[in-house]
């Protein structure tokens, strides 16, 4: 997040230096600006948007897409994507609930053990055999829709969450607010020293940033690819499990085309899809944006979820357009 | 094929390994349509009556059309995900026109699959944005608007259009001779054309083409416009059939299917090649093997694990070939 602008500003002269570093800001910490924003205009235009209930309401909903986003993160920092994680998400939903039979540790470690294998395999696919993360990934997406349809009876059977303790983790309150909340806010620390304070989290830039000198100057290309992709995995599938607790089931056919959901979040948040580049800070502010816009979108009332997806089509295309030419800026 | 004679210069098991992969690549998705063909006729009762046939293929015919598009997007090294959408919208325009009669309401939806496929490919060409996000946009944005246009299942009686979806001609389904007409005009255009040269031109080496003066971004726009278009000829003839529009789930993930059908059929996604008949015989493979599946009573769970396994391993069959 530092290094670039501290190395490259001394160099240039005073006002190019200047033009730069605001375009590196921007990049970085837009998304955030754009949603303190919209939380000002939602707050003044709306009597019902800035109270406590609709503030929990987006923070708890936003959390479960925060997770995997997470993990997404990771994933296209390394130069790559992962498709696989609204299968992974409802996969692991339905595990946790069928598991919930035998106890909350069981329900808990099944999802995770299961998405964790997932992300594992693909993890080895791409770093050994050098398949583009994006077919891989795709084959995960079926591979895993079809492995979920298959344990839930082509998605006939909800299981329900048996289990009091595993249920009160996804629904049990800490000041207004869920478990979840406070888990996502916990790996999203972690995550981000991870990133920002550890070998592993400079080998992921690096191999994002350029893959071949990241191999000659001695980065495990492969062994921190697959560790990404694991991680992903994990998440998915932990995202899954606490949302089978809050909602007390395995439910289906929720998290069908999750990933896109997912990704937009990141790429929002000043992640570049061309990998090394991008933080967790700006993607945790991308996913809480999708959570405003629709919280705008059903205050405003008589308008449908149809105009949510225009407007974060809309917005998206916005974002990346001005990703586009801010990054343009910084090169000149 | 010229390439492959040249290379293996070493010991004759290699030799004979990197030639069944080079075949395997070449003529792949063929042998495994023939080979499931051929397992068919042996052990699935009624499969070569003609009203299975007919069904199969019908049900086939818009992903073909997809594929098309798809496959010439992917040889620009690009990818288009818009494509559902688009077929949505293309759906909820034809039916807002039909007012005006079946063929000025046709034109108005795939005049909207241009201007997305315009949309589409102006990001990617004039602004550089990377195809896989400006798609992403679309694919959500336009999904919104075909809903906002029309937002609940709307049935329709125009005798035109319900033809065009129901209709035959000599005992073949005009659906199919349409995506049959498409692919012989999609594979003239990329064997015998400029434009098709310079898309594989541009998928192989964009830096080298922009330096030889060809019009990068005016083809790479067109090759989205021309996907788009594709798309909504799709989204039509869907609709027809249904004898409804039904923008909320028409089309959804089949953007899935069509890369699936262009991978399947030997094209790299690093682009600089276009295998159109292969791409079509890939929409059929997938096609011939859910149905394989449903008639021998394995569920859809299965197709898909199976779906999966097929895209990897053509990819890691393409792979092998794809060190230059």
């Known amino acids: 997040m530092t290094t670039d602008t501290t190395v490259i500003a001394p160099e240039s002269g005073n006002g190019a230096a200047r033009k730069e570093r605001i375009s590196h800001l921007i990049q970085q910490h837009g998304a955030l600006m754009?949603?303190?924003?919209?939380?000002?205009?939602?707050?003044?235009?709306?009597?019902?948007?800035?109270?406590?209930?609709?503030?929990?309401?987006?923070?708890?909903?936003s959390s479960f897409t925060a997770i995997i986003a997470i993990g997404m993160t990771f994933v296209i920092i390394s130069g790559g994507i992962d498709l696989s994680v609204g299968s992974l998400f409802v996969l692991g939903g339905v595990l946790a609930a069928w598991g919930s039979q035998y106890?909350?540790?069981?329900?808990?470690?099944?999802?995770?053990?299961a998405c964790g294998a997932v992300g594992l395999a693909q993890g080895l696919l791409i770093a050994r055999t050098g398949m583009a993360p994006f077919i891989v990934t795709l084959a995960g997406l079926l591979g895993v829709r079809g492995l979920m349809l298959a344990i839930s009876d082509e998605g006939a059977t909800t299981y329900l969450v048996r289990d009091r303790t595993f249920a009160a983790l996804g629904q049990g309150e800490i000041l207004g607010l869920t478990y979840p909340v406070y888990i996502t806010i916990v790996l999203a620390l972690?995550?981000?020293?991870?990133?920002?304070?550890?070998g592993f989290g400079q080998n992921v830039y690096a191999i994002g940033g350029n893959e071949q000198a990241a191999a000659l100057m001695g980065v495990p290309v492969a062994r921190t690819k697959v560790y990404v992709y694991l991680m992903s995995g994990l998440l998915a599938g932990l995202a899954g499990a606490l949302n089978a607790a809050r909602l007390s089931s395995g439910v289906t056919i929720l998290g069908i085309g999750l990933e896109l959901d997912v990704i937009a979040a990141v790429?929002?948040?000043?992640?570049?899809?061309?990998?090394?580049?991008?933080?967790?800070?700006?993607?945790?502010?991308?996913?809480?944006?999708?959570?405003?816009?629709?919280?705008?979108?059903?205050?405003?009332?008589?308008?449908?979820?149809?105009?949510?997806?225009?407007?974060?089509?809309?917005?998206?295309?916005?974002?990346?357009?001005?990703?586009?030419?801010?990054?343009?800026?910084?090169?000149? | 094929m010229a390439e492959a004679t040249t290379a293996p210069s070493g010991p004759p098991g290699r030799l004979d390994r990197a030639r069944v992969f080079i075949w395997l690549q070449e003529y792949g998705v063929y042998a495994a349509v023939l080979a499931l063909l051929a397992f068919n006729v042996l052990f699935t009762p009624h499969f070569l009556d003609a009203a299975n046939f007919r069904t199969q293929l019908v049900q086939v015919a818009p992903i073909v059309i997809v594929s098309l598009g798809m496959a010439l997007v992917i040889g620009t090294q690009g990818i288009d995900l818009s494509v559902g959408s688009v077929m949505a919208l293309a759906a909820a325009v034809v039916v807002l026109y039909l007012g005006y009669g079946a063929w000025p309401a046709i034109l108005m939806a795939l005049l909207a699959g241009a201007v997305v496929g315009a949309a589409g490919g102006s990001l990617v060409a004039y602004v550089g944005v990377q195809p896989i996000v400006a798609t992403l946009a679309l694919l959500v944005g336009v999904r919104g608007i075909a809903n906002v246009l029309v937002p609940q299942l709307k049935e329709f009686r125009n005798p035109d259009l319900i033809a065009l979806g129901s209709g035959s001609l000599l005992g073949l389904p005009l659906v199919v001779?349409?995506?049959?007409?498409?692919?012989?005009?999609?594979?003239?255009?990329?064997?015998?054309?400029?434009?098709?040269?310079?898309?594989?031109?541009?998928?192989g080496n964009r830096a080298a083409s922009e330096l030889s003066g060809l019009p990068v971004k005016r083809v790479l726009l067109t090759v989205y416009v021309i996907s788009g278009v594709l798309a909504a000829i799709a989204g039509v003839l869907a609709t027809a059939r249904l004898q409804a529009s039904d923008p909320t789930s028409l089309g959804q993930f089949i953007e899935l299917s069509a890369i699936t059908a262009v991978v399947v059929g030997g094209t790299p996604l690093t682009g600089g090649r276009i295998r159109?008949?292969?791409?079509?015989?890939?929409a059929l493979l997938m096609q011939l093997l859910?149905?394989?599946?449903?008639?021998?009573?394995?569920?859809?769970?299965?197709?898909?694990?199976?779906?999966?396994?097929i895209i990897l391993a053509a990819v890691y069959a393409t792979r092998e070939r794809g060190t230059r």
Not at chain 1, 38 to 47: E, H, K, S
């Open chain 2, 177 to 203: 001779i349409i995506a049959a007409a498409l692919t012989v005009v999609v594979t003239f255009l990329v064997r015998r054309t400029t434009f098709g040269r310079q898309v594989v031109a541009i998928g």
């Open chain 2, 290 to 309: 859910s149905a394989t599946l449903i008639k021998h009573n394995l569920p859809q769970s299965w197709t898909q694990m199976v779906q999966a396994g």
């Open chain 1, 34 to 61: 754009v949603l303190f924003a919209l939380i000002v205009v939602g707050t003044f235009g709306f009597d019902s948007f800035a109270t406590p209930e609709n503030a929990a309401s987006v923070v708890v909903a």
């Open chain 1, 267 to 332: 790429v929002i948040g000043g992640t570049l899809l061309t990998g090394g580049a991008g933080g967790l800070t700006g993607t945790i502010a991308g996913v809480l944006l999708l959570g405003v816009i629709q919280s705008l979108i059903n205050q405003v009332g008589n308008l449908t979820s149809s105009f949510q997806q225009v407007v974060s089509g809309a917005f998206l295309a916005l974002v990346v357009i001005a990703q586009r030419l801010l990054s343009k800026a910084q090169r000149l």
């Open chain 1, 190 to 198: 972690l995550g981000m020293l991870l990133l920002q304070r550890t």
């Open chain 2, 276 to 282: 159109v008949l292969s791409t079509v015989m890939g």
């Open chain 1, 103 to 113: 106890g909350a540790v069981v329900a808990l470690l099944l999802p995770l053990l």
